[in-house]
């Protein structure tokens, strides 16, 4: 089975602040890497996708990508008490199954 | 907007229930999963489908089933509900991305109870 880790949470950082989310996965044939940001009580909503190595950036978040150590990073720049979520690393494959970390929570404090 | 609707957003059921969770896409997505959460476990897959009327066991099928009659529906089965099976469900559709990937939309999650 595809393993995918995430750093155990919960994460606490003042608003302003940089949280770092890490990830690892297993499978180095892992092809697609995607972030999904879940407000409680809520379902997954994709914020972010990353398919090549190096960084991606898309707002105030950026996603990091190292094929190569099997490891793949969101950071979310100036955070505010709206990113307060469980933040869920997905990894696939050549199919189209995605394996699911456990995810980390993210306190934004004000 | 990618839709994806699940048939309730909470149910209580008895054990020994059959149990129908249903879900409906309107983007004509090719691929179609149910997962449940739980605490602690990230999400699991429990089935999939990748065309009409074609299903796969997902990590954990045990107690379930599915049915995928329609393109747009996807339907999952608990034949007899245990109290293990409560959890949240959620049903999500995929396309490709054009890049390799395919992404994953999700539908708002049935919180299912068996007492």
């Known amino acids: 089975q595809k393993e995918v880790e995430q750093n155990s949470g919960p994460l606490s950082v003042p608003e302003g602040a940089i949280a770092s989310l890490n990830c690892t996965y297993s499978?180095?044939?892992?092809?697609?890497f995607f972030w999904y940001r879940q407000y409680s009580g809520k379902s997954p909503e994709l914020i972010m996708s990353?398919?090549?190595?190096g960084d991606k950036e898309d707002g105030r978040f950026t996603a990091q990508l190292n094929k190569a150590s099997q490891y793949v990073s969101l950071l979310i720049r100036d955070s505010q008490p709206s990113d307060s979520a469980t933040y869920l690393c997905?990894?696939?494959?050549?199919?189209?199954?995605?394996?699911f970390g456990a995810g980390t929570t993210v306190t934004v404090r004000a | 907007d990618v839709k994806v609707t699940q048939s309730s957003r909470y149910l209580v059921k008895r054990t020994g229930e059959k149990v129908f969770l249903e879900c409906v896409q309107d983007?004509?997505?090719?691929?179609m999963f149910w997962y449940r959460q739980d605490p602690g476990l990230g999400l699991r897959l429990i089935y999939f489908?990748?065309?009409?009327?074609?299903?796969e066991k997902g990590d954990i099928p045990e107690g379930y089933s599915v049915s995928r009659e329609k393109k747009e529906r996807f339907s999952l089965i608990l034949e007899s509900a245990s109290t293990n099976q409560t959890s949240m469900y959620l049903c999500?559709?995929?396309?490709?991305?054009?890049?390799?990937?395919?992404?994953?939309?999700f539908g708002p999650g049935t919180r299912l109870l068996v007492l």
């Open positions: 990353i398919y090549s190595n």
């Open positions: 489908s990748y065309d009409v009327k074609m299903k």
């Open positions: 999500a559709s995929s396309s490709p991305t054009g890049t390799g990937g395919e992404t994953q939309y």
């Open positions: 499978d180095r044939g892992s092809q697609s």
């Open positions: 997905a990894v696939s494959s050549n199919d189209y199954k995605l394996s």
């Open positions: 983007m004509d997505h090719e691929n």
